[in-house]
Nanobody, 122 residues
Framework: QVQLVEFGGGLVQTGGSLRLSCAASGSGVHLKAMGWYRQSPGKQREFVASITNRGQTTYADSGKGRFTISRDNVKNMVYLQMDSLQTDDTAVYYC????????????????WGQGSQVTVSS
C-alpha cells in the first residue's frame, strides 16, 4: 500500500522561498512519476509540476522559472523548491504518485499526500 507524507510549507512573504518534501513508501514507487498539485479555497485542484522516474520534468505555466521539482529514487522522496513566491501561490499543496510513467491530469494520480498549507503574505 502506497503512502505519501508531506513536510514543509508554512508562511512566507512575497518574494520568499519554501521547499516542500514528500516521502513515499510502497512497492515500485521509484518506477512511477510523481508530482505536486495545489488547491486554493473555492478553486479546483490544479497541476503544479511532475517528474518521471528518469527525472524528466513538466511544469504548469504558473510555476515555470520559479519552481523546481526533483526526486531521490533511493530515498523515495520528491521535492518542490518554490522561489519568488507570490500571493497567488497561496494554497494547499499536495504530493501525488502516478499510476504509471506520467503525471498530469488528476485522474492519473493513484495516491495523495495529506496536503501542506503554503501562505504567501504581501
Amino acid at each position: 500500500q502506497v503512502q505519501l507524507v508531506e513536510f514543509g510549507g508554512g508562511l512566507v512573504q512575497t518574494g520568499g522561498s519554501l521547499r516542500l518534501s514528500c516521502a513515499a513508501s510502497g512497492s515500485g514507487v521509484h518506477l512511477k512519476a510523481m508530482g505536486w498539485y495545489r488547491q486554493s479555497p473555492g478553486k479546483q485542484r490544479e497541476f503544479v509540476a511532475s517528474i518521471t522516474n528518469r527525472g524528466q520534468t513538466t511544469y504548469a505555466d504558473s510555476g515555470k522559472g520559479r519552481f523546481t521539482i526533483s526526486r531521490d529514487n533511493v530515498k523515495n522522496m520528491v521535492y518542490l523548491q518554490m522561489d519568488s513566491l507570490q500571493t497567488d501561490d497561496t494554497a494547499v499543496y499536495y504530493c501525488a504518485l502516478s499510476w504509471g510513467l506520467d503525471l498530469g491530469t488528476i485522474d492519473q494520480a493513484q495516491s495523495w499526500g495529506q496536503g501542506s498549507q503554503v501562505t504567501v503574505s504581501s
